[in-house]
């Protein structure tokens, strides 16, 4: 398995080596519309998909859309009209915070008989616009936390001592990160968008709950394992049902989890073996003041992305998973316009970074921060 990964990144990388050469002996990649379409920059090439993922681009340059988004009529298209500016990736919710599936799937039959798949969009027809238009898709799939599976099925659930349901400071129900039924009802809906065609399967809140009264909340089917070997071994399962589907596997993790153990399972460097790329929640907003080193990392969102991409650069040496670090897009503590969002980029990079995905939870993205580098 770690060696066809390998030989799949080995194709990623010669494949850029061609376009290069291709460039370097005259080579112009323009549109080829009479009717003066967009031109087309290096990194959005990506290869015809075959027996195996999708080449990457050369650069991410990314946002999110949620599956609300997604089933507004022409709402897809005005956000794949952002290649235009540079786009070329687009992480499309597959299963999000409220527990719902975008799509329905007859494939996860736990799935429909708790109300959780939904019809916001029809997936094949989905990744068939997407890749029309050359940009990378990437499926997001919120993992524990679930309130549809946690109310549905309680024996599932995180609990109280007393029994009832567990919930965080939100008010919304996880499930348990220990349980072999919740890992399979998780992948099963991995494997779903990847027979739909997606890319990419990226795992989103794969981890403990970190507010709410967490010290309450209790665990079945514990057995031997503890938190921090608990999130890897999920990703390991993963890895190995996803594998013979040729999608590539990642995974959003905390800002500071490269920096220290944050008492929540995610642990970046037990993680990394089993993953393509690790996405760095690094939104200088929801840093503490005197994190990182710095009085403020919220007025200073190129440094704040600089300093916790190089913990993740450290934590992850000697490992192949690519960096890729999640951009705030929004404003929280101090107004945030293009300067403090191309400051972020501009950090990323310089580290050296795969690229980078804008967050905006409204789905509203700062005009030029899609830019190709210049």
């Known amino acids: 398995?770690?060696?066809?990964?390998?030989?799949?990144?080995?194709?990623?990388?010669?494949?850029?080596?061609?376009?290069?050469?291709?460039?370097?002996?005259?080579?112009?990649?323009?549109?080829?519309?009479?009717?003066?379409?967009?031109?087309?920059?290096?990194?959005?090439?990506?290869?015809?998909?075959?027996?195996g993922p999708r080449t990457l681009p050369i650069e991410l340059r990314g946002v999110h859309v949620t599956i609300g988004l997604a089933s507004l009529p022409g709402k897809l298209?005005?956000?794949?009209?952002?290649e235009r500016d540079g786009l070329t990736a687009l992480e499309l919710d597959v299963k999000d915070e409220n527990g719902e599936i975008g799509f329905m799937t007859r494939s996860v039959p736990l799935a429909v008989s708790i109300g959780a798949a939904r019809d916001?969009?029809?997936?094949?027809?989905?990744?068939?616009?997407?890749?029309?238009?050359?940009?990378?898709?990437?499926?997001?799939?919120?993992?524990?936390?679930?309130?549809?599976?946690?109310?549905?099925?309680?024996?599932?659930?995180?609990?109280?001592?007393?029994?009832?349901?567990?919930?965080?400071?939100?008010?919304?129900?996880?499930?348990?990160?220990?349980?072999?039924?919740?890992?399979?009802?998780?992948?099963?809906?991995?494997?779903?968008?990847?027979?739909?065609g997606f890319d990419e399967i990226m795992f989103d809140y794969v981890r403990f709950p970190s507010d709410g009264d967490v010290e309450s909340a209790v665990y079945r089917d514990?057995?031997?394992?503890v938190k921090r070997e608990a999130i890897p071994a999920f990703l390991r399962y993963a890895e190995s049902r996803l594998e013979p589907f040729g999608v590539r596997i990642s995974a959003a993790v905390f800002g500071l989890s490269a920096a220290r153990?944050?008492?929540?399972?995610?642990?970046?460097?037990?993680?990394?073996?089993?993953?393509?790329?690790?996405?760095?929640?690094?939104?200088?907003?929801?840093f503490g003041m005197g994190e990182l080193g710095l009085r403020d990392p919220s007025t200073a969102p190129g440094a704040t992305v600089a300093r916790a991409l190089r913990r993740f650069e450290l934590a992850l040496r000697g490992h192949d998973a690519l960096i890729v670090p999640w951009v705030q897009d929004f404003s929280f503590s101090v107004p945030y316009e293009l300067e403090q969002v191309q400051a972020q980029i501009d950090a990323a990079r310089i580290s050296g970074a795969k690229g980078y995905m804008l967050w905006n939870a409204e789905g509203l993205y700062t005009d030029g921060a899609l830019s190709p580098p210049s």
Not at 25 to 31: D, H, I, K, L, T
Not at 167 to 178: E, I, K, Q, V
Not at 222 to 225: E, G, T, V
């Open 1 to 51: 398995m770690r060696r066809r990964k390998r030989l799949r990144r080995s194709a990623a990388v010669a494949s850029v080596l061609v376009a290069v050469l291709l460039l370097g002996m005259g080579a112009q990649f323009v549109g080829t519309e009479s009717g003066g379409g967009p031109s087309t920059d290096l990194a959005t090439l990506a290869a015809t998909p075959g027996s």
């Open 77 to 82: 298209d005005e956000y794949l009209d952002l």
């Open 120 to 196: 916001y969009y029809e997936a094949r027809a989905t990744v068939r616009e997407v890749h029309q238009r050359g940009v990378y898709l990437i499926g997001r799939v919120v993992v524990f936390e679930d309130p549809v599976l946690s109310r549905a099925r309680p024996d599932l659930a995180i609990r109280r001592s007393d029994g009832g349901l567990w919930r965080d400071a939100a008010g919304l129900g996880w499930t348990n990160p220990y349980d072999r039924r919740v890992w399979k009802y998780n992948v099963d809906v991995a494997i779903a968008a990847a027979k739909a």
């Open 222 to 225: 514990q057995r031997s394992l």
């Open 261 to 286: 153990d944050l008492g929540v399972g995610q642990l970046p460097r037990k993680m990394a073996p089993y993953l393509d790329t690790v996405y760095a929640m690094t939104y200088p907003s929801l």
